[in-house]
């Protein structure tokens, strides 16, 4: 399929860990870069970490440096999100960008032409 798809959203507690997987097609694992963003109700799409999946460089919003970790696997096509230490502002519904444009800042929606529909994590007490 050309549009990525997430899987792994669930709810969780604070402290605890989860793992989302995008899988794409293969045209779309070797386009530039792939990218996680989250979005809450009335706020804007957040960039959360990204992974350029042909030299293997990443990038992280601060607010999740140290407990987020983006990584792919080849064979698959597939670009994972592990996510630990996780807390209730963590709450969200977890998109998954490919597609980036040359150029672009990597934390801007607008530099992507793919989008999943969203996988929904909720980090609760």
């Known amino acids: 399929q050309e549009q990525p798809v997430e899987s792994g959203g669930t709810s969780v507690r604070p402290g605890e860990s989860l793992r989302l997987s995008c899988a794409v097609s293969e045209r779309l694992y070797s386009t530039t870069c792939m990218a996680w963003f989250r979005q809450v109700p009335g706020k804007d799409r957040e960039g959360v970490a990204m992974?350029?999946?042909?030299?293997?460089?990443?990038s992280y919003a601060d607010s999740v440096k140290g407990r987020f970790t983006v990584s792919q696997d080849n064979a698959k096509n597939t670009v994972y999100l592990q996510m630990s230490g996780l807390k209730p502002e963590d709450t969200g519904t977890y998109y998954c960008?490919?597609?980036?444009?040359?150029?672009?800042?990597?934390?801007?929606?607008?530099?992507?032409?793919?989008w999943g529909p969203g996988t929904q994590v909720t980090v609760f007490s």
């Open positions: 992974i350029c999946t042909r030299a293997g460089v990443t």
């Open positions: 960008a490919a597609d980036k444009r040359a150029g672009d800042t990597w934390f801007h929606s607008s530099a992507y032409n793919s």
